[in-house]
């Protein structure tokens, strides 16, 4: 059964800064993994996403990897703004097209 | 705007109630799924239909909701004899074949 934990739960950090959300699954055999925002009370919108062939993507001020050997995603996020505050998700999928979230990271910047 | 949409926004009911939320995916999408999402929590598959065809239906998924996509556009999510536990945001997205999912903005469901 698929798992997916992401690290940490929440995050506080003062605007400029870089930082790393980490997530990690427990079955290597995924279709893709996607990286999602959620602002409160509202629905996903798709960051970026990365399919099980490949290694990273890139937008903007993001970049994401797939280590699918070890079970884990990192998105890294550059030069940090208020802007970036909300829950930060990812997703895995696999053959079967069902989809496994995690909790999500709640990240604060703070101006 | 041909986003993924979602009606009504907001819902609430009582207790034994039945409720339908609709849901229209982006126009060349042949993909869609719907999820359960409660507070704190990461969005819980609950079924995934590829273009009329329900291939994928979660275990989570009781025998009181039913969805159904007619001619593979829009989709509807039934829930019979509303029971408290089922407030939640309720959310759909769609994608093509490239997959990537494209979330619509929710239905809010509150029994009382």
């Known amino acids: 059964k698929q798992e997916v934990t992401q690290i940490p739960a929440a995050l506080s950090v003062p605007e400029g800064e870089n930082l790393v959300l980490n997530c990690s699954f427990t079955d290597s055999a995924i279709y893709n993994l996607q990286w999602f925002r959620q602002d409160p009370g509202k629905g996903l919108t798709s960051l970026l996403l990365i399919q099980s062939s490949q290694r990273e993507q890139t937008s903007g001020r993001l970049n994401a990897s797939l280590d699918k050997s070890s079970g884990r995603s990192t998105l890294y996020i550059a030069a940090s703004q208020p802007g970036d505050s909300a829950t930060y998700l990812c997703a895995v999928t696999a053959g079967g097209f069902k989809t496994i979230f995690g909790a999500g990271t709640r990240l604060f910047v703070k101006a | 705007d041909t986003g993924v949409s979602q009606d009504p926004r907001h819902k609430i009911t009582k207790r034994g109630q039945n409720v339908t939320f609709r849901c229209d995916p982006i126009s060349e999408h042949n993909r869609l799924y719907w999820y359960r999402q409660t507070l704190g929590q990461g969005p819980e598959f609950l079924t995934y239909?590829?273009?009329?065809?329900?291939?994928?239906k979660s275990r989570l998924l009781s025998d009181r909701f039913s969805a159904e996509r007619p001619k593979g556009s829009f989709s509807t999510l039934e829930i019979q004899r509303t029971e408290q536990g089922d407030s939640a945001m309720y959310l759909c997205?769609?994608?093509?074949?490239?997959?990537?999912?494209?979330f619509g903005p929710g239905t809010r469901l509150t029994v009382t």
């Open positions: 997205a769609s994608s093509s074949e490239l997959y990537e999912q494209y």
């Open positions: 239909f590829q273009n009329e065809a329900q291939l994928e």
